[in-house]
């Protein structure tokens, strides 16, 4: 299966209903726990550790519904054998996205790319699914990282994306700003918008990574 297939794959429509909906009815939520939290502490908690738990949630949610589409494969062992083999595996793959989410913006120079911290949760997720794959397949010889090809188009792609996004919602923020005599809906909208354009990426390599299955 080809990116184009997979990206207009009714599967991947399915999907992306289901994270849209998903995103529209969470998001909200962010803005409403956020004004009824007067303590600043509580504030910055909701911030720091609440918002990017949720959307990794999100995340993983989105991955978990488009697989294996986006591995570029119409049939593959079912999302539920892969983490019924431990069950260990649901915590794992929580952890190790909001461990990505919570410490990157601490490393040096890459943290203040924000335009790379939901690519990078949706590869890591990729890549912690599809070793399962291969362990259920029992494929030993694959590679996790793509070639300088396939990396240079998903850091175009998730700078594109996120510049595609933040001007896109600029014009809506501003209109629901206008329709409901608020502030705020700016960067309410930049956090739904920038979750859906950026899933590009995710099938970029996803399908990198399934080329290598037989």
Same mark, same amino acid.
């Given at each position: 299966m080809t990116l184009t297939q997979s990206i207009?794959? &009714?599967? @991947?429509?399915?999907?992306?209903?289901?994270y849209g909906l998903s995103i529209v009815i969470v998001l909200p939520l962010f803005v409403f726990i956020h004004d009824k939290l007067d303590n600043n502490f509580l504030q910055f908690c909701w911030n720091k550790i609440g918002m990017p738990l949720i959307r990794a949630f999100l995340i993983i949610g989105f991955i978990l519904l488009i697989y294996p589409t986006n591995f570029g494969l119409d049939a593959a062992p079912s999302?539920?054998?892969?983490? %019924? +083999?431990d069950d260990?595996? !649901? !915590?794992?793959?929580?952890?190790?996205?909001?461990?990505? @989410? $919570?410490?990157?913006? %601490? /490393?040096?120079?890459?943290? *203040?790319?924000?335009?790379?911290?939901i690519p990078l949760q949706g590869i890591l997720c990729s890549m912690i699914i599809f070793s399962?794959?291969? &362990?259920?397949?029992? /494929?030993?010889?694959y590679s996790l990282w793509p070639d $300088?090809? +396939?990396?240079?188009? /998903?850091?175009?792609? !998730? +700078?594109?994306?996120?510049?595609?996004?933040k001007h896109v919602s600029e014009f809506t923020g501003d209109y629901l700003? *206008?329709? $409901?005599?608020?502030?705020g809906f700016k960067t309410l909208s930049f956090k739904a918008v920038v979750l859906i354009m950026q899933c590009p990426v995710i099938f970029i390599f996803g399908i990198y990574l399934g080329k290598q299955l037989p």
């Amino acid at each position: 299966m080809t990116l184009t297939q997979s990206i207009f794959h &009714q599967h @991947t429509f399915f999907a992306l209903f289901i994270y849209g909906l998903s995103i529209v009815i969470v998001l909200p939520l962010f803005v409403f726990i956020h004004d009824k939290l007067d303590n600043n502490f509580l504030q910055f908690c909701w911030n720091k550790i609440g918002m990017p738990l949720i959307r990794a949630f999100l995340i993983i949610g989105f991955i978990l519904l488009i697989y294996p589409t986006n591995f570029g494969l119409d049939a593959a062992p079912s999302i539920n054998e892969l983490l %019924s +083999v431990d069950d260990k595996r !649901s !915590s794992f793959l929580i952890n190790m996205i909001f461990l990505l @989410t $919570f410490l990157f913006p %601490s /490393i040096p120079l890459l943290g *203040k790319l924000d335009e790379l911290t939901i690519p990078l949760q949706g590869i890591l997720c990729s890549m912690i699914i599809f070793s399962w794959l291969c &362990q259920g397949l029992n /494929i030993e010889k694959y590679s996790l990282w793509p070639d $300088f090809k +396939v990396f240079a188009l /998903i850091i175009l792609m !998730s +700078v594109a994306t996120h510049w595609l996004a933040k001007h896109v919602s600029e014009f809506t923020g501003d209109y629901l700003d *206008k329709l $409901f005599h608020r502030d705020g809906f700016k960067t309410l909208s930049f956090k739904a918008v920038v979750l859906i354009m950026q899933c590009p990426v995710i099938f970029i390599f996803g399908i990198y990574l399934g080329k290598q299955l037989p």
